[in-house]
């Protein structure tokens, strides 16, 4: 697609991961598409952290040195997208995906990101990012919230040797196999205090995880709908009336007889009787077929 921001100045091609929707979207919210962004960092944990972390992943718990990696390498993606988008002086990121992409003994941390310009081109106190794409954007925005940053939290966990043999004997039986119920309960809820304290970090009062819907007021981290206001105009029934509908089969017809009566007066001095005449109310019935 091409972007004209300057009427004087000859368009120039953006690259977008925007859809058709997103982008009216970010049209109402004063936005206009930029180029995608991306960030990478490629990591190799080393022998000394392969040595550690295999002792750990035996007994079972948290991977730290893992942890820190992941950490480090998704930090590390994410500051050099905002650094591109800050060298564009763009003034915002929606759509931001952060992904592991595992090579031969290397994991790339790969963050990507559409890129906004506000329309005005007013530079805001700073350049948000965001996980949201731009129909959720909107909805947000719509509901009184401002988007501050991507906000990210990483746990590295291993089952451990004695849970895993007890998990899959346990899976040979049917049930809940509660050891693992147990861990992914406690991972999650982790990776989920991690995420509010970096949203907090940023001076965050709400982690969004889902979109929002409008007129809705939400509160807490995560966020949570506390109430939502119907502020849906009511609008008339619609009017089933068909015997007060124009005909328009008929009305189609009006106009074509009225054609050929002209055709016929300019041929042969007079219109012809033969036909089926018109109805002049519009609306026809069976006997006005009759010739």
């Given amino acids: 697609m091409t972007s004209q921001p300057d009427p004087n100045s000859a ?14 979207c970010i049209d109402k919210l004063g936005y206009r598409a930029g180029d995608l962004l991306v960030g990478n960092s490629v990591y190799s944990l080393g022998l000394l952290g392969g040595i550690g972390s295999a ?3 035996m007994a079972g718990g948290e991977v730290n040195q893992i942890t820190e990696m992941i950490t480090a390498g998704r930090h590390l993606s994410t500051q050099r997208l905002m650094n591109e988008m800050r060298q564009s002086s763009m003034h915002g990121a929606t759509g931001m995906s952060s992904e592991l992409i595992f090579h031969a003994g290397n994991v790339e941390f790969l963050s990507v990101a559409s890129g906004l310009y506000r329309k005005d081109g007013q530079m805001p106190q700073f350049a948000f990012t965001t996980s949201a794409d731009a129909q959720e954007l909107w909805c947000q925005e719509d509901s009184g919230y401002a988007p501050v940053a991507f906000a990210m939290g990483n746990v590295a966990y291993s089952i451990g040797v004695g849970r895993g043999i007890t998990g899959a004997f346990k899976q040979l039986q049917k ?10 309960t406690h991972t999650r809820n982790l990776a989920l205090q991690r995420i509010v304290g970096e949203a907090q970090s940023v001076g965050a009062n709400a982690v969004v ?19 939502r206001s119907n502020t849906t105009p ?9 015997a007060q509908m124009p005909d328009l089969v008929g009305l189609s017809l009006q106009a074509l007889l009225r054609r050929v009566d002209e055709l016929e007066t300019k041929v ?3 219109r012809s009787e033969g036909h089926v005449r018109p109805s002049p109310a519009g609306i026809w019935s069976g006997e006005d077929f009759s010739i």
Avoid: C, M
């Avoid at 368009?11 to 009216?24: A, I, K, M, Q």
């Avoid at 049930?175 to 992914?184: C, L, N, T």
């Fill in 268 to 270: 042969h001095g007079q």
């Fill in 175 to 184: 049930g809940e196999v509660k050891q693992y119920s147990d861990i992914f």
């Fill in 55 to 57: 002792f750990t992943a």
């Fill in 209 to 227: 995880v889902k979109s929002v819907p409008p007129n809705s007021v939400v509160v807490g981290v995560p966020g949570q709908i506390i109430a």
């Fill in 234 to 242: 009511s609008t008339p029934p619609p009017d089933l009336q068909d």
């Fill in 11 to 24: 368009p120039r091609s953006v690259v977008t991961g925007l859809s058709g929707n997103e982008l009216f």
